[in-house]
DNA sequence: TTCATATCGAGAAACATTTCTCGTTATTAT
DNA sequence: ATAATAACGAGAAATGTTTCTCGATATGAA
């Protein structure tokens, strides 16, 4: 017996960065059509409504695995349970968190992680006026607990939301215990070993396409003499 | 004379929007270098320190317009001019602000949008009790009177920081304000007239580009059986 | 002064992603 | 029961992005 034919084929699809960042758009917007009643769905129809070619639809959404019925579509509940299988959502990671500014506050109050199975299971600081504070249900600890708690808790998962200026001894703080990801909202580059994935989350980097595609519009002619 | 002779040759070049997402990236890294004294810098030292092909690294800069000298690299400041330059980080882009929640307050509290040449001249919210506050400076408004504000303060750029049930309905005035991009933070995908930009800032989306690389090395082997 | 070297700039090649095309299949209407 | 249609799936083509290659040039050493 192949290994396809069994009935939860799980194989190890692989998803290019494009389409792994569209794939939780598509999630929301099946959440939302779900809640209004809608059993199936086509590509057509999730492209029209996001914007999207509904050949592009298809392919990002194979890769999760779900297989859809020709003239009808997708199961919109099927389709759910696949990107969240797939995007790894059932099974919860556990996440430190280092920076209780505005940003950091906002990440922690944020309810949407726990439904992407991410849960920040501690909140870290260097202000000793916050240390001991609670902020959202969650104490907040001195930051040079960090990497010992870290390593005890098997803790993988590292969320930087403190200056650029401290990023990178927060950063260094997270690998000596033990992180392997490191979720990057301090506009600085981290020097850390190539083990440790590092994924950048820059405001200025959409701020920037948004500019240039108004500014492009927006005749930015130049005069010719 | 042709166009390309004039001093300040200011061509119309297109960026790719892979090349756009890193440009504030190199900003803010020689940013850094400048500050550590340091005058020039080459793609090689660029592509070392920020993990990235130095071929990759020239291409970019290339479309700001710079030229760089062989053996030697790229003045840094000039750099930096024609990075801001083409970025349109010079003149400012006055923006309005819906949502004061804590991403709101956030954003408001950015000190760095400054010198992205982004000003929130406005904030707004439909929480009775926010009505009439401040944060960060800014009094918030009811945003209701948004559209008309927007209208007469001749706004074109938008951000939405409320939640996705809210950001239609926002959406909308803003549109209705003559508000011509919109920078989205609710995970919604918004229904407007094809002429009016959007850029989505999903949080879900670097996280699932995260968890699928934290997923891949961290052996989701299948067992053979 | 001449040579070796580091780096730029531009075009070519390789690779990745998106879009197109076509054959197949389930539903609905005749 | 049959035909028309909407939509899937898979492979091909087109497009976009990254990486490679090579000639030119400025600096520093012999």
Redesign the pocket.
């Known amino acids: 017996m192949t290994k396809e034919q069994t009935e939860g084929n799980k194989q190890e699809r692989v998803?290019?960065?494009?389409?792994l960042r569209?794939l939780p758009t598509y999630h929301h917007y099946l959440k939302t059509l779900a809640e209004r009643g809608r059993d199936v769905?086509?590509?057509?129809?999730?492209g029209n409504d996001l914007r999207?070619?509904?050949?592009?639809?298809?392919?990002?959404?194979?890769v999760t695995g779900?297989?859809?019925?020709?003239?009808?579509?997708?199961r919109i509940d099927q389709l759910l349970a696949c990107i969240e299988e797939f995007l790894g959502w059932n099974n919860t990671t556990e996440a430190f968190l280092a920076g209780t500014g505005h940003l950091g506050q906002a990440l922690l109050g944020y309810e949407g992680f726990k439904r992407y199975g991410l849960e920040i299971v501690a909140a870290f600081d260097s202000d000793e006026a916050k240390i001991g504070t609670t902020v959202a249900g969650h104490k907040i600890l001195p930051v040079d607990k960090l990497a010992n708690l870290a390593r005890r808790m098997k803790i993988r998962l590292g969320i930087i939301a403190v200056p650029a200026a401290a990023a990178q001894q927060v950063a260094e703080a997270m690998a000596e215990g033990g992180i392997t990801g490191i979720w990057n909202f301090a506009p600085a580059a981290l020097s850390l070993p190539p083990a440790i994935l590092v994924q950048n989350e820059n405001l200025a980097s959409g701020l920037a396409v948004l500019s240039a595609k108004i500014g492009r519009l927006s005749g930015l002619e130049i005069p010719r003499e």
Chains 1, 2 share one sequence.
């Open positions: 998803a290019s960065e494009p389409t569209r769905v086509s590509c057509t129809h999730i999207l070619d509904p050949t592009q639809v298809r392919k990002d959404l194979a779900i297989r859809g019925l020709p003239k009808v579509g997708y």
